[in-house]
Each structure stands twice: as structure tokens, then as C-alpha cells.
């Protein structure tokens, strides 16, 4: 009896590798895009734990260049990382449409401050040119950048915002 399991579930794992075909050459990714200084960004989904309101964030003494400060997120504390600076732009003054975008990077959750989310966009791996083909000297925390229909989306490395090696 346990053999004709085995065999049944075998045949289940046949049949369902026949019908998912051959691998994907060109694979598609969702990547969420937000703005910075009026331009888009990206950010893999898959490192995106989720976006939330900005409330109050605390200055802490002392901490590293690019550290906004601080927030609660239901009772559990979030570093907030200013993108902008870390991009040479100049700081965030937040209005009700910025938000935190919580990310796993480094081996560790923080929130990434940004002016604005505004939506999600799918993006095949043959779009996205290298970084240094457009953007000369930003590439130090792109993955890459794609064209499109609406201008140009700079796609975002969350570990190399940190200065922190892949996860």
C-alpha cells in the first residue's frame, strides 16, 4: 500500500513538471516603485515587507550618516534609512503622501524613507540595462535602470544602500 502512495505521489510530481514546461528565459520580476526628488525608483517586491505611513520618527544621537532616526511599528523598534542622502540628494521633508518602505537588506528589517509610493511595475530581466550606462557616478546602489513608456525607473539595490554585502 505505501508503494502505490509512493508511486501516485511520484506520478503527481511527473505530471505537474510536464505541465509548469521548460524554465523561463527572459524571467519577469514585480518590483514596487516609489519617488525620490521627482524621480522613480525601484525596489524588488520580494524584499518588501510592507509600506506604511510616516508617524513619528526619532532622532538618534549618534547614529550613522544616513540613519534618519527611529520609529515604533507596533511596538517593535524600525531604523529608518534616509534614501535620499544616501543618493546625494538632499533631505526629506515629508508630507502626508511619504512613507516608509520596511525591506529586508543586510540581514536585518529597516524602513526606507521616500517621498512617495506609486504603484508596482513588472520588469523582464532583457529591460533592465546596467546602471553605469546611465546614470555616471549613481551606480554605486543601482542594480540596474529600465525605459519606459513614463521615463526612466532606477532600480535599487537595498544592500548596496546599506554599503552592506547581499543577503
Same mark, same amino acid.
Given at each position: ?8 505521489? #511520484? *506520478?503527481?510530481? +511527473? ?9 523561463? +528565459?527572459?524571467?519577469?520580476?514585480? *518590483?514596487?516603485?516609489?519617488e525620490l526628488d521627482g524621480e522613480a525608483y525601484g525596489l524588488p517586491v520580494e524584499r518588501v515587507v ?34 535620499r542622502t544616501r543618493l546625494g540628494l538632499g533631505p526629506l521633508e515629508p508630507t502626508s503622501a511619504a ?6 537588506? &543586510? ?7 521616500? #517621498? ?22 549613481? #551606480?554605486?546602489?543601482?542594480? &540596474? ?5 513614463? &521615463? ?10 546599506? &554599503?552592506?554585502?547581499?543577503?
Open positions: 500500500m505505501t508503494g502505490d502512495l509512493l508511486a501516485f505521489a #511520484d *506520478w503527481v510530481a +511527473e505530471s505537474s513538471a510536464k505541465q509548469a514546461g521548460p524554465e523561463v +528565459e527572459d524571467p519577469e520580476r514585480l *518590483w514596487i516603485v516609489f510592507e509600506v506604511l505611513r510616516v508617524e513619528e520618527i526619532r532622532h538618534v544621537p549618534q547614529a550613522p550618516e544616513h540613519v534618519r532616526g527611529v520609529t515604533n511599528v507596533r511596538g517593535a523598534i524600525l531604523p529608518v534609512v534616509e534614501v512613507r516608509i518602505v520596511r525591506v529586508l537588506a &543586510g540581514g536585518r528589517s529597516l524602513g526606507f524613507l521616500v #517621498d512617495r509610493v506609486t504603484g508596482l511595475r513588472k520588469v523582464r530581466a532583457s529591460q533592465i540595462e546596467p546602471a553605469e550606462v546611465v546614470i555616471a557616478g549613481m #551606480d554605486a546602489c543601482l542594480s &540596474g535602470v529600465v525605459e519606459g513608456d513614463s &521615463g526612466l525607473l532606477a532600480l535599487l539595490d537595498a544592500d548596496k544602500v546599506l &554599503g552592506t554585502p547581499g543577503s
